[in-house]
């Protein structure tokens, strides 16, 4: 069994201490929706006193970190749009959630809203805004992008009191050789420093394509070119799991047939402190999708989640290093993947 860890940071405790009834629903509705035999617990003051009372009861140490779930808004988009940012928290609130990812800060809701307000809006639903996703650049001049308006992007999010800022745009501004990625790392490494300076991190999300050969040289993984050429204390990392497997799925053999094996999780193995956030998305494994997976709810796909948290949480000093970010870029009822993601990922024990 593994060790317990005793770390936790202060903001921390004080969410957990706010919502710790909140635990318990969550670890009832997880038994109600995924017919587990879970009994509720009392509320823990601390993230190791709540892997310290799993132990205790035999169940395993929870693979999922206190105080570490999240929830990309992106998912949630039309909830957003049609009963504003209210409502959506207080249902996360419900459901277990403790931080939200934006993707945008209106993503089309009801009415106008102050980052002010936005932010007030989580912290009353106990929800951590931890991140937010911008473009990396455009045409226009005047966009709202790293490239174009840096220190804006920076303002919104030291005003929104965010501890990431980043980008979901793939590091293909000026092609797909060795030298175009070499210069977009350079572009990042300055974006990483202004954001280091506010007290920061910059951080690239992935999608499949970034796990692709370079067009000069088809021995060369793309990805590879972006670890190397950022500085790893200016630039982080989120990886997007399901299209890291997709990446994986689609770029396993380079051009000429030969095999190019790797595995996401040994990514984040080899340098955990650069992946503080991660996209939790599931997917059914599907070799005639282009993707190699039809994405679905977490917990209803062929990703061990067991695993891949579980190996990361479980490296020495890294339990809460890390911050859980469930997605669904189109789901079928989004509250209803909100719901039985955070209950899934709940219920996740590591094995004894």
Known sequence: MSRTSTTYDPELTHRLSRRGMLGVAAGATA??????????????ATPA???????????????????????????????????????????LEKYGYDEVEFAGYTQGSAGPITLARLRRLARDHGLNPI?????????????YTFAQNLTKVLDDAQALGLQHIGTASGPFRYGSTVDA??????EFNTYGAAAKARGMKFYQHNHSDEFSFAADK???????????????????LEMDIFWAYAGQFRFSKRADGTPAPFEPLDYVLKQPHRYPLFHVKDGVSDPANPFGYRMVDVGDGD??????????????????????????????????????????????????
């Open 31 to 44: 038994a109600a929706l995924l017919g587990t035999a879970a009994a509720p617990t009392a509320s823990a």
């Open 49 to 91: 006193d709540a892997d310290a009372d799993a132990v205790a009861a035999g169940r395993g140490r929870p693979v999922l970190p206190p105080g570490r779930l999240g929830i990309q808004l992106y998912s949630l988009r039309d909830k957003v749009s049609t009963l504003g940012f209210a409502p959506v928290f207080a249902e």
């Open 131 to 143: 991140g937010s996703h911008v473009g990396y650049y455009s045409d226009d001049p005047t966009a």
């Open 181 to 186: 990625w070499k210069r977009a790392a350079e």
């Open 218 to 236: 088809p021995n060369v993984r793309l990805y590879d070119v972006l670890l190397a050429e950022t500085d790893p204390d200016l630039v982080y």
């Open 303 to 352: 990703i061990d989640y067991q695993r891949f948290i579980s190996g990361v949480s479980r490296l020495k000093g890294e339990r809460f290093a890390h911050h859980w970010q469930t997605e669904h870029d189109n789901p079928s009822e989004s509250f209803t993947f909100a719901r039985r993601s955070s209950a899934y990922l709940h219920t996740l024990r590591e094995k004894c």
